[in-house]
């Protein structure tokens, strides 16, 4: 039996950033019951008002109620506060799924590169944080411009989706084609995030080089 259902709810916490506006913007049109999460409820409300002008049915309001009026919770707000809220809302968040597709990077002259994190990875502390979640990793390459400019009619590129909760992990491979010409594919347990985590400081690398807005494919799959 899917996870996913017609009435699945599905909540962005860190919604009006713009990874989390992009991705609650796709799988809102792909269907999706989307609930928009911030901090501050009135900028959610506010991110979700310009959505719905678009035709995207989104609701907007704070983190906590978004996580909790939801079945899935896509976690993207930044590193610096990604432990901070998991924290706060490990009881509201026990028992469903939590996809975190947050990217510990630093920046410095030299460009982009990986931070170290204790547990190992930013899913690794979501699964530490959270016992009673079902965490996933995923979404971690996909261009926030690709995914809010609606003049992109396909991103045409794989989510890597990662865990150690085989259900889960196809549900999440399911919520991916959700969005034109993404496909989801199974990239190992939760101990591989490091890599898949780290990887975006080499694709942000590429793309100020090339001015372009590249993602992953895998072949022969």
């Known amino acids: 039996m899917s996870l ?8 962005v916490l860190g919604g009006t950033g ?25 900028r959610a409300e506010m991110v979700a008002k310009e959505m719905r002008e678009d035709g995207v049915r989104v ?9 909790a009026a939801a079945d899935i919770v896509i976690v993207a707000v930044p590193w610096d506060g ?27 002259k ?20 959270l016992p009673d979640s079902r965490v996933i990793g995923a979404f ?14 396909s991103l045409d590129t794989d989510v890597l989706v990662l865990g150690d909760d085989d259900e889960a992990v196809d549900a999440v491979i399911a919520l991916s084609a959700l969005i034109p010409g993404v496909r989801g594919v199974f990239g190992g347990r939760l101990r591989n995030a490091h890599q898949v985590e780290a990887l975006t400081a080499n ?3 590429m793309n100020k080089r090339y ?7 895998i072949t022969d799959v």
């Not at 996913?4 to 909540?11: E, S």
């Not at 609701?59 to 996580?67: E, K, L, P, T």
């Not at 706060?88 to 996809?99: H, M, S, T």
């Not at 030299?110 to 944080?129: C, F």
């Open 4 to 11: 996913i259902t017609a009435d699945t709810v599905l909540a």
């Open 18 to 42: 713009p990874q989390g506006r992009g991705l609650a913007r796709r799988l809102a049109a792909g269907g999706a019951k989307v609930v928009l999460g911030s901090r501050d409820a009135a």
């Open 59 to 67: 609701v907007g309001i704070d983190n906590r109620a978004a996580a």
């Open 82 to 108: 990604h432990a901070a809220l998991l924290t706060e809302l490990r009881p509201v968040l026990a028992g469903k799924i939590v996809i975190d597709c947050v990217n510990p990077l630093g920046f410095d």
């Open 110 to 129: 030299r460009g982009p590169y990986a931070l170290q994190v204790l547990e190992g990875s930013a899913a690794e502390q979501a699964k530490a944080l």
């Open 140 to 153: 971690h390459h996909l261009s926030a411009v690709l995914l809010e400019d609606p003049t992109v009619e």
């Open 203 to 205: 694709l942000i690398a």
């Open 211 to 217: 001015k372009a807005h590249a993602g992953v494919r």
